[in-house]
């Protein structure tokens, strides 16, 4: 007799997983809250839909935290494993310049997920949707409701893949928390990763320089540098150099309630040589003129130094020689949950063995981002969520 399987929630951990679950030994129903499944999916799809990235696989482990956390499940799903799988269910992919796997061009977000759904379904998954999980009845038997009308399933495995607490509106809550810490489940409060920085700007700032990027610039907190691009809000920073840092920001906020940033305007020339193009005394051009024409300053990197430095500093060529390579910025407030890309928290990761089962619920599994880990933007997070769902699906094959 065929065992039953419940997975509620329907995003990428859940589609891989029920994807691979033998359909000659498991009876798979997937219970989805909203109206259509994977809609935090498809959100994420519209910003540039990067499936995974290229890397080898041991630096890719290396971008998991905690460290080994994935180990297990990237060795036997790995990104090399998921573009031969997406081809194989007619999702053929590609590496872009910047390293990271797309669907091939042409191939929207929702057809992506349509594929997912067909092979699914292919396999004999039924899919619910606006069924949400209530908790568990006194026989430890699901509770929904579906519709306003409670219902009890009862399922041989249950495996909760509720996503973390960012993009809310795609469903993607914290509700479960309560639900699982009053069955003594220890659950850590979310927190905002691979999101803005708030910085406390000079007044007036944000009004001139809102929207407009900061190009080819480095980022440092911390001892840690990234090289990206970042947008000046009115909130703070925000770009792929400050996301992937903000674990770092996030630690020094939680010790010391503030965090410190550099940025490094030009890091392709020294000090040395910014020096040089700005002190010439044949020169009869003001420092403005020089910046702009001998270091190649771009005009919203002249508005920020201007407005986050002393006249005095500003004219002194050693002065602004020294902010160009070290603007010291102090970051007060990462971005709110809510609008951050990933979180971290969740389920603490002692809650769970090495398959992702429950040791105090045997038959109970948790994937996904409801789990504490963290890991940057570029396809790590979807990467991350394949590979648990399809290792899990592995797992249970073999036991059953």
Same mark, same amino acid.
């Given at each position: ?15 891989? !997983? ?48 905690? %460290? ?15 573009? &031969? ?41 039924? /899919? ?20 306003? !009308? /409670? ?9 909760? %893949? ?9 469903? $993607? ?7 699982? #810490? ?6 850590? =409060? ?15 700032? =944000?009004? &001139? ?7 080819? @610039? ?29 674990? #770092?920001?996030? %630690? ?23 020096? %040089?193009? @700005? ?62 890309? $990933? ?18 619920? =045997? ?28 290792? !899990? ?8």
């Amino acid at each position: 007799m065929k065992k039953k399987v419940a997975i509620i929630g329907s995003g990428p951990a859940a589609l891989m !997983l029920a994807a691979n679950l033998d359909p000659e030994k498991f009876q798979v129903a997937i219970y989805e809250q909203n109206a259509a499944p994977a809609r935090k999916f498809l959100v994420a799809g519209q910003g540039g839909f990067n499936l995974t990235h290229s890397e080898p696989l041991e630096q890719l482990r290396s971008r998991y935290f905690p %460290s080994n956390f994935l180990d297990n499940a990237l060795s036997v799903f790995s990104n090399e494993d998921l573009r &031969i799988w997406l081809k194989n269910i007619n999702i053929p992919t590609y590496v872009g310049s910047s390293k990271r796997v797309f669907p091939e061009k042409g191939i929207k977000p929702i057809e992506v997920l349509n594929t997912f759904l067909t092979t699914i379904h292919s396999r004999g998954v039924t /899919l619910h949707t606006r069924w949400a999980w209530q908790g568990w009845n006194e026989k430890d038997d699901l509770i929904f409701n579906q519709e306003d !009308l /409670l219902q009890d399933i009862h399922t041989d495995i249950a495996v909760f %893949s509720l996503g973390g607490g960012s993009w809310q509106v795609t469903g $993607s809550n914290e509700n479960w928390v309560k639900v699982f #810490s009053e069955k003594g489940i220890s659950t850590i =409060p979310f927190q905002p990763s691979n999101c803005a920085a708030g910085i406390h700007w000079p007044e007036g700032l =944000p009004g &001139i320089t809102e929207g407009q990027a900061l190009k080819n @610039i480095r980022v440092t907190t911390n001892g840690l540098s990234k090289d990206g691009e970042l947008a000046i809000t009115r909130f703070g920073l925000e770009g792929g150099a400050i996301y992937a840092l903000a674990p #770092s920001f996030r %630690s020094s906020l939680n010790k010391k309630g503030f965090a410190e940033l550099s940025l490094d305007l030009k890091p392709q020339l020294s000090i040395e040589e910014i020096l %040089s193009k @700005i002190s010439t005394r044949t020169s009869n051009h003001a420092i403005s003129h020089r910046l702009r024409e001998q270091v190649r300053l771009t005009e919203v990197q002249m508005t920020l130094l201007k407005n986050c430095t002393t006249k005095e500093e500003f004219v002194n060529p050693a002065s602004i020689a020294a902010k160009i390579k070290n603007l010291t910025l102090r970051v007060n407030a990462l971005a709110p949950t809510d609008e951050a890309i $990933s979180t971290v928290g969740g389920i603490d990761l002692t809650e769970v063995d090495s398959h992702f089962q429950l040791r105090k619920l =045997p038959g109970a599994y948790c994937i996904g981002e409801m789990l504490d880990w963290d890991a940057p933007t570029g396809g790590y997070l979807l990467q991350a969520c394949f590979s648990m769902g399809y290792y !899990l699906a592995k797992h249970l094959n073999s036991l059953h």
